[in-house]
């Protein structure tokens, strides 16, 4: 029962990279910034991510060492609540076998749980989940929760400029400023004409390098311009990666308080 | 027996058509009407099949091999933003072969392939508001944290140890949910489906659910039947990382155990998981149930009340489960031995195999029922696995000279759809 949690995790870290792209109407012909500082800048990426409720179509493909795949579509709601913590529900529309299973998180790691709809049944996850690689994903919950808001768990000083992909980026060095923070440090790769991320390093406490994150294939949907690709990869497991794929996502949509509810993760309704 | 497998196949045929049905009107109703479900098929291995109840036959007369089905196709209609309907129906068999006993053996019993058809779920729920939410018709009402069994959940069928996602068949109850605020009260009737019965066997029950801060918290009140009312509450914490999670109800003057000081039942589990570095996932439970026997001898008069009952009902439905589950100490509602710890142990290696064990042991008399299973995924829709089942009846059966164990292997496949 519980390793589908797992998969509701990867899931919900879908969501937090998806939100991470987003970024503000016209602010894709935005001119390039200049004299900003890495928090300035940071500011900004979060600023980006700020979108007071969203529903999304997305699915998720995590591609083995050795080749194999496993892909899932889910719609996936957000809202923040009055405090401003993103709260996130998403339902799994396939595969067949997973169909149904919802997973709702309250914006932070004591507060998610899972819904299994073959029994039935609420169940609360256990926080040792959050430091687990998701169902063989290349993500853990702890990356969710750090994507959420960079500014408020790091520090961020610009290094340089970088050209990735043809798309001029300012290149950050985050340092935890929190103990909380999942990794000690984070360079960011930013594009400097919309400030969406391309590229992001993950390091351990012991400065290993243990996570990559690309972003690409940007599009306009629904008035805004997104990365529709995110590939995440943790480089402990070799050859492996995970393929995160926006099909589709509203901003306008009308995001009831109740979607967030126990009750709505059960029902439905 | 040519009857009997001749009406199986329509009631299956039947049920694959109307799920057919359903699945074209919800292509035509798009986003109105879902559909879903599961097949699955697997080979049976068991050490003797035998009706021991009646007589246990040599071991040259049982074939030990037999099939399973199992079928399930869900159905969810949603006509309307407020309303949502669902219908899950099952159609299962599950038989070992064996010789026709009532000439060799004098066993009563059909050899024809135990097969039930089910309607598990039939229910509509209704949401005028986001305060109010109502469900009525036949659903699974899932009180309780624990796995193997759930102490405060009077008002569901019973089911095995390891049949947790065997999607258990719902009872036909009425369901209220209010929100107030930071807490959601529940009420729930569950009328008594005997013809006749009047309103003291139906159940009833509220219950409060909350979940402030790490912790989700619930008590309850439920009577069932005629039995005395109890008082239930359950909750699921994380701790350090480590989930934690318990059960208890607390029931006056019901208990039938004449060793007992009081007559009071307080049954409870608590239990802990934990996923481990590298993908290990352990949960250990354990249980008392306060209404169950205390030593062997009491085990044994329990076992000749149940042959008695299940020899004058003729109803064989379920007895190789609960023969199963007998050997290894009955765990659960009507279960006959008090104390038992659960272990359930998974780990997910190469990205396609997942191994898991399940087991019971209970201290008492020191029988230990397992099922390890070893699943692979072939694509995205269907599993392939091996299972089996393994019972050391511990004193049970050296003092009582019971039966042989019913070991078994299963291979077979489910394809989700």
Redesign the interface.
Known sequence: ???KVLFAAAMALALALMVAGITAPGAVKAAPSTGLSGDEILVKVDGIMEAKATVMDAAMT?V???G?E??SEMIIYTKKDAAGKARTLIRYL????D??IGFLSLGSV??MWMY?P????L???????????M??SDFSYEDLMDRANFAEYYSAQVVGNENIEGQNCYVLELKAKKGSAHYRQVKLWVRQDNFIPAKEEFYSGSGKLVKVSYQTDLAVMDGRTVPTKIVFKDLEQKGHQTVLTIKDIRFSAEV???TF???YLE??? | MRLNRIKGLLVLLSTIAVLALSANLALAEENKMDF?G?FEVRAISQAKNSDFLFGEPSSTEVVPLGAGLNFRGDLAFTPA??V?AKLRLGYKTDSTMQTDSTTQTGSTLPPAPNVTFTLDRGYI?F?PN?LL?L?VGK??L?WGTG?AWNPTDLLDLPRTAFT??D??EGVVAFRG?L?LGPV?GQVFLVPSTDPGSDWEKSGRAVRF?A?P??V?LTAGWVKHGTDPAAVTGDF????????L?GEVLYQSEGNPRADKATKDVINYLVGA?????G?Y?L?VEYYHNDTAFKDVPELLSYLGQVKDKYIASGNVTGYPAFMQEYLAGLIGNGGATRDHLFVRG?K?F???Y?AELMAVYNPTDGSVEAQPRLEY?WG??T?LFVQGLLVNAGKKEAEANLIPLRNRLDVGMKV??
Not at chain 1, 94 to 97: G, L, V
Not at chain 1, 125 to 132: C, L, P, Y
Not at chain 2, 273 to 277: A, E, G, I, V
């Open positions: 029962m519980r390793s995590t083995g060492s050795n194999t496993k892909s396939s595969p067949a076998a169909k149904g004591d507060k299994l073959k029994v039935e049944k169940v609360r996850i256990a926080g040792s989940m959050v430091k687990q690689s169902m063989n009831p308080e109740r509810s126990l009750q029902k439905g309704q | 879903g599961s933003d407020q949502a729920d949401t986001s939410s469900r659903q699974r899932a796995y947790a996602e999607d258990p949910d929100a959601t659910k979940s801060s790490a989700d699921a914490y994380s701790l350090s990382g480590v989930g999670h998981d934990y996923n481990f570095p993908g996932y949960a998974s997910t190469k990205e396609k997942t995924a995205q829709n599993t989700s759809f």
